[in-house]
């Protein structure tokens, strides 16, 4: 591939080694920013590699030692030789420059690979012979470029707590004098007083199929839309449009699922109750709703576009985490293995957007009892992913037991906090919960 001088420069590639090669401990300044590949020039790459070799064994990393390293990796001696000299002789070595260095090394390797991924995508749009999956594979490549931009400008690697104390004491200072909390509302009094969401997290919600996992989270995206004024952006993979949004009728305007699905049976205030419904979000509900059964890639493409108008999201609902599009995997470990990706991008969505991410998730249909963590289907990576777990569990109904709408909410897993059990009320006529519990004498 012919590389554009524009985006390569070796002479900077040989001081960062030459610096290397130098000055005792220089690495420790340069480790978080470099890769092997993001040198251009392969024997360039081949140093650098056998630079890291060395510290990570404890060794110095002088060119005598690179240079066995490189032997006894098979990559050759005789070739390097001179070309290592030659770097020493003519090359600065420099304590002061070398971090400048090493970003615009990483940053015109950051420069290359958009390039080719820009080629890619250009040679995708211009073939002929599309197949079915252009489009996926051109929405990858997007997905790519958002992960190349992302980690070239936001990753910034190890820094100290001096580094870091001043803002974060700023931020919690502001809160106390304010009296907010730097967390998710989810409209429910018994969650926020036990559960703390922040920005940068993935919040699982499993349950099995229709205890009411998506009247949760929808419910949850209400309420952060109704009281923050935010945006939240809802991925509905198992359900379309219209029925999430008679839910929300229901839900909001008091009436009955029944009667919106059916159009049967309106009174004069239920009419009442759906006109009012209408005035209040016609003009500014914040709640979007894709029923596509999207890649995460086709996601991110879609949230872009929402941040962009917006500024910013609030929070992003996915419905649900097994049937997030493009898993072609059959067998059961390759499908724990895709579904664990899909997660570690739902978890960078919450970092690369500044929100929670909340993903629903099936259980077992065949797990007995109260849930737990090893019930949530191919639920190896998941366990390890999310920062909060919540599994829904409906009490079997006796006489010594609560009324079926009681629903417990099992916090089985909260990074930053303790587990527990939470008591919800399922109002199912309308599709919602509640915190307002019954009293009994």
Known sequence: MNISEDFYNIDLERAVLA?????????????NILKESDFVAVKHQNIYGAICSLANAGECYDAMMVLDQLKSSNVGESEYKDYLSDILATSPATKFNLVSYAKRVRDSSALRQADQLLLESRELLHNNN??????????????SLARLATEKTTMKGAETVGELITDFAESVVLNAVNETKPFLKTGFV??????????????????????????????ILQNVVDNTQGVA??????????????????????????????????????????????EKYKDNCNLYIDDRKLTTAQMRTELNKIRKKHGKIEVVLVDYLQIVGGISATNASERSTVIADIATTLKDFSKEYNCPVIALAQLNRDAIGRPQMSHIAESAGIERIADHIWAIYRPPQSDDMPPSDIVELEVLKQRQGAIG???LRFEGIYTRFTDDLPTYP
């Open 190 to 219: 018994a969650i926020d007083n036990k559960v703390n969401i922040q920005a940068g997290e993935l919040v699982v919600i499993a349950g099995r199929p229709a205890q009411g996992k998506t009247a949760l989270g929808q419910v």
């Open 130 to 143: 599309k197949d079915s999956n252009y489009l996926d594979n051109i929405n990858n490549v997007i997905d």
């Open 19 to 31: 610096s290397l090669m130098t000055i005792e401990d220089s690495l420790l300044d340069v480790t």
């Open 421 to 423: 059990t939470i008591p």
């Open 233 to 278: 952006v809802f991925f509905s993979m198992e359900m379309a449009k219209t029925q999430v949004l008679q839910r929300f009728m229901s839900s909001k305007a008091n009436i009955i699922l029944p009667k919106v699905t059916s159009g049967q049976g309106f009174k004069e205030d239920d009419f009442n109750n759906l006109v009012k419904l209408e």
